[in-house]
């Protein structure tokens, strides 16, 4: 038996979150440094597993398997393909970054990071790295339902203790009670498909490699393809769902913005691909036009409604819901090319949303605001962030050289392969997102800044400084050298089109 | 006649009854306040008691013993276990429950009533079935009065008085129409009779409804509902807790023996009336149960309202009529023991230290002890439904069992109610994990919990942990007790 790296990456939070538990409440460094080794440790074996993926042999690699309750067909059955791979490295990059941005600085006028009981903190930030691991990396149905309830009711705790005053018991409740909604609606749907498939092959299993051979019939497929699909996608932030994932994202502390829309947001779009899409190929292919509708409709959509916020946390809320609806619109092509854009920029989008609410969490804690206008001038005092803000800005605008004209290239292909029109209509995003961009970056970190922040701002600490170069690394490997990503993810797609093709 | 198998099929009841009578030579020559030392010698006991019947008590093939009056099944056996373990439990909570835990009787009412409920699990006959359910609820009746100095106490447990001698009598009408009828009033024998054809259905239609009502009062299930959420908040504490886990198992114990002897073929016409029945009374359970308990401001009476809703979910398997069906029903009860003893004993060693039950009483309970904190997010989040804890698995395989036998409505209206219920545990959490109380430095007012509720509370929070992640030996037990049925 090889070494289980991949329950290895899933447990290590689960395991250090216990640890942080038991250390006394007045030892905060001691629990901010188990953390930090813990996440550092997860990441360098997802690291380790991304580069010793063979993309030559493809299909499910590291898998490991063990029966649970061999009586109802449910395994642990653990396992990394194309598209699961660079989601799992994707998390590990988020949750280091994460606790580096959250070890803060006690310094009285600044009060970064978290300085509350950070034991609980860390404690359930991990529990809730430990679902999105395991719903990457589950091959088994039951289990990916399991991570990924124990990804969903952390969220509730870490917005409503630590999240921003003023909204976060609304958007907490609003944000909890959306994501369990669709999860019951698919978990329905996930019940039906198990005993249907048991009947059909005589086989009652939750293993989702068996049940890609169920052969559902197609007015099957047809009817619980819509409560699977939206039911996970709900949590990917798809319009007309969308409505829980700008509040959650600007009630949230920073770290925990960063895990929501850098990785949970991966999480619906994932399962929704892997369940739904997977699963049922011809229902997806029944439906793509109603994906492909409510997808440009978000892309277009978010990105009008992100130009108008003078909140800055809003606004990149409300490019998340667009660039969200992107990976929807790779998905409803059903093509190689824009499922392949699709892959790349659930990690893309990941790697740059993380940054965002990172640097905009460290201008918060220092001038206590996050209105566009009562900002300027930020570069004098921090010009880090401000170089990282714009690298993020030029991915968001999908600029040639940064990972977000990789991604996002092949999905317009895509979409323009299937309808021309709706590749036109949801290529104004651009425009608009490019406007938007530009202008709050002048108005931030140039021009003047305003009296009243005078004296108050200081630079970033260098741990920022760690999690702010790591970040902006990625987009700009991915950017310069497609190959870092690309192939491995159409290992993935090309198991998606035979499914599809073989339907 | 007495042979090795009917020593084992009453072993559980013997050593219950043995901890009784040691208790009652020991505790006169006990100084009074060396009296709660009775509280160890209960949780121990029984601790004991199924080791040895898990030892020597294990049953094989169903057999009947004591003259057709006792089932020795894996079904029975199973429950006999749960019981005597919520019976351990509960004694070790009430050992520091100053006004009833010093008192050598109420140990010993609480294992009279556990030999009730033991033999509830496993009874064949209808006199037996009588007997085992008046013996369970004859102690707890005086148990829920126990502080009579107390107003809200001698409310409780005249309240349940009434409404258990009103529904028993209504049940015991049932019994004997049901012996009138047939001439016979072992429930196996009755069982061939219905399929037969021997009893018309009219008759029998109207026989299980009264029956039912006996039953329903037991499990609290709607409209026989109404005496919970009063006695939960009057009884003593760790008597509420009792009630609402162990007593209602036992209801449904019964509830799920009778209905799957009856109905052995889910494909009968009666059988599809009585399970469309169960299904409406499940879904009403279920409804009525939720929407009570949002607006609770009084944490007893919300743990009353949510145990009724949960009466309700557990229906579901019973509804379905399979195999599954019944082992998911085992199973959910199994992980609600475990997850409401929790709650209760949280709340017990709550309010013995502060005297206050009311939820907003809990603000800043995670700063002032993180650990019963944590324990109390364990408990609700099992209650919602929330993996990695009990609750959440057991939902699962009930609504599995809801949905193969064709029942997509009622899991759907389960699904419903179980967002309602996402909603209020997460605001009783709210004040657990968010709000202030009125001292700003919680972190110097702890809430100490003595030996006893330390032990309780961990051993029941580490269960409710195992049986939501590692549930393949729980499930296996449950299945093998469900087999039984067949």
């Known amino acids: ?503 | 006649m007495f042979t090795s198998t009917l020593f084992a099929s009453i072993l559980p009841e013997i050593l219950v009854l043995i901890i009784g009578l040691l208790i009652l030579i020991v505790e006169p020559f006990w100084k009074e306040d060396q009296r709660r030392n009775v509280g160890w010698l209960t949780a121990g006991g029984l601790f004991i008691a199924m080791i040895i019947s898990l030892l020597f008590g294990q049953p094989g093939e169903p057999v009947t013993t004591l003259g057709g009056m006792v089932r020795f099944d894996w079904l029975g056996f199973f429950f006999k276990q749960l019981f005597m373990f919520a019976g351990a439990a509960t004694a070790l909570l009430l050992m520091d429950n100053e006004k009833v835990g010093q008192r050598g009787e109420a140990y010993l009412l609480l294992l009279a009533s556990l030999i009730g409920m033991n033999l509830m699990a496993s009874s064949a006959d209808l006199i037996m079935l009588y007997l085992a359910i008046e013996t369970t609820s004859i102690p707890l009746y005086v148990l829920s009065g126990f502080m009579l100095a107390d107003e809200k106490s001698t409310e409780a447990g005249f309240k349940y008085l009434l409404f258990g001698a009103l529904t028993s009598s209504v049940m015991l009408y049932g019994f004997s129409l049901l012996f009138g009828f047939t001439g016979t009033t072992n429930i196996y024998q009755l069982a061939d009779m219905l399929q037969t054809g021997n009893l018309t259905l009219v008759a029998a239609f109207g026989v299980l409804a009264l029956i039912l009502v006996g039953i329903g009062f037991k499990a609290s299930i709607v409209p026989f509902h109404f005496w919970a959420p009063d006695v939960y908040e009057g009884a003593p504490t760790p008597v509420a807790g009792f009630l609402s886990t162990a007593s209602k198992a036992a209801g449904f114990a019964v509830l799920v023996r009778l209905f799957f002897a009856v109905f052995p073929d889910p494909n009968l016409d009666i059988a599809r009336g009585w399970a469309i029945t169960i299904a409406i009374l499940s879904a009403v359970t279920m409804t009525v149960g939720n929407l009570l308990a949002l607006p609770q401001t009084n944490i007893k009476r919300l743990l009353a309202f949510s145990s009724i809703s949960h009466a309700g979910y557990a229906m579901i398997g019973v509804v379905a009529l399979s195999q599954l069906g019944a082992a998911s029903v085992v199973f959910y009860l199994a992980a609600y023991i475990l997850t409401n003893l929790l709650a209760f004993g949280i709340v017990m060693a709550f309010s013995r230290v502060t005297g206050l039950e009311d939820l907003k009483d809990y603000a800043g309970l995670s700063r002032r002890s993180p650990w019963l904190g944590l324990m109390m997010l364990a408990a609700f989040l099992s209650l919602a439904g929330m993996p990695p804890f009990g609750g959440f698995v057991a939902k699962v395989f009930v609504f599995a069992a809801g949905i193969q036998a064709g029942y997509v409505w009622l899991v759907v209206v389960g699904i419903l109610n179980s967002i309602i219920g996402v909603y209020y545990y997460l605001n009783a959490l709210k004040y657990v994990y968010l709000y202030r109380s009125s001292e700003q430095d919680e972190e110097n007012h702890p809430v100490p919990l003595t030996r006893p509720y330390m032990i309780a509370l961990a051993v029941l929070a580490i269960g409710v942990i195992l049986i939501g992640t590692i549930f393949a030996p729980w499930f296996s037990w449950s299945d093998a007790a469900a087999l039984n049925l067949f």
């Not at chain 1, 938007?436 to 009296?451: A, H, K, L, S, W």
């Open chain 1, 1 to 503: 038996m090889n070494f289980p790296v991949l329950s290895v990456i899933t447990f290590t939070p689960m395991v250090a979150a216990v640890l942080i538990l038991l250390l006394p409440a007045q030892r905060k460094n001691e629990a901010r440094g188990v953390a930090l080794a813990a996440a550092t440790f997860a990441l360098i074996l997802s690291f380790w597993t991304y580069f010793n993926y063979d993309q030559a042999a493809a299909g499910y690699q590291f898998v490991e398997k063990y029966n649970w309750l061999p009586a109802l067909g449910i395994s642990l059955h653990f396992g990394v393909d194309g598209i699961s791979a660079p989601l799992v490295l994707l998390t590990g990059v988020v949750m280091f970054t994460g606790v580096l941005i959250s070890w803060g600085d006690d310094h009285p006028h600044i009060m970064a990071g978290i300085q509350d009981r950070p034991r609980e903190f860390f404690a359930f930030l991990f529990i809730l790295a430990s679902g999105v691991f395991g719903v990457f990396v589950s091959l088994d149905l039951f289990m990916l339902f399991f991570f990924y309830e124990i990804a969903v009711f952390p969220m509730y705790l870490l917005i409503v203790i630590w999240g921003w005053i003023v909204t976060r018991e609304y958007a907490a409740m609003k944000l909890t009670l959306y994501l369990f909604i669709g999860s019951v609606v698919s978990l329905v749907g996930v019940l039906v498909m198990y005993w249907v498939a048991g009947q059909n092959t005589g086989v009652y299993t939750f293993d989702m490699l068996q049940m890609e051979q169920a052969g559902f019939s197609q007015t099957f497929q047809n009817i619980w393809f819509l409560p699977v699909f939206f039911g996970f996608a709900v949590l990917g932030g798809i319009w007309p769902f969308h409505n829980w994932s700008p509040d959650g994202h600007v009630a949230a502390p920073t770290a925990v913005s960063m895990f929501h829309a850098g990785v949970l947001m991966k999480l619906g779009a994932f399962a929704a691909l892997r369940v739904g899409i997977m699963l049922l190929p011809q229902g997806a292919q029944t439906w793509s036009w109603l994906i492909m509708l409510f997808a440009a409709i978000a892309v277009v959509y978010g990105a009008y409604i992100a130009f108008v916020q003078a909140d800055l946390k809003y606004m990149i809320g409300f490019s998340s819901v667009s660039h969200m609806g992107l990976v929807m619109l790779g998905f409803s092509t059903l093509n190689r090319a824009g499922l392949t854009g699709a892959g790349v920029q659930m990690f893309s989008h990941g790697v740059m949303t993380a940054l965002f609410f990172a640097i905009t969490g460290m201008i918060y804690d220092r001038s206590h605001t996050r209105q566009i206008p009562e900002l300027g001038g930020m570069s004098k005092i921090m010009p880090f962030a401000t170089v990282g803000f714009i690298i993020g800005g030029l991915v968001s605008m999908g600029m040639p050289g940064f990972s977000g004209f990789v991604a996002e290239f092949p999905i317009f292909m895509g979409v323009w392969g299937v309808q021309w029109l709706v590749a036109v209509i949801a290529s104004i995003s651009i425009v608009i997102t490019a406007a938007y961009i530009m202008r709050n970056i002048r108005q931030v970190f140039f021009g003047d800044m305003p009296e009243k922040l005078e004296g108050h701002m200081t630079d970033v600490t260098v741990l920022d400084k760690v999690a702010i170069t790591t970040l902006c690394l990625f987009m700009i490997i991915i950017g310069l050298f497609p190959s870092f990503m690309v192939p491995m993810v159409q290992t993935g797609v090309e198991n998606i089109l035979r499914l599809l093709g073989g339907a």
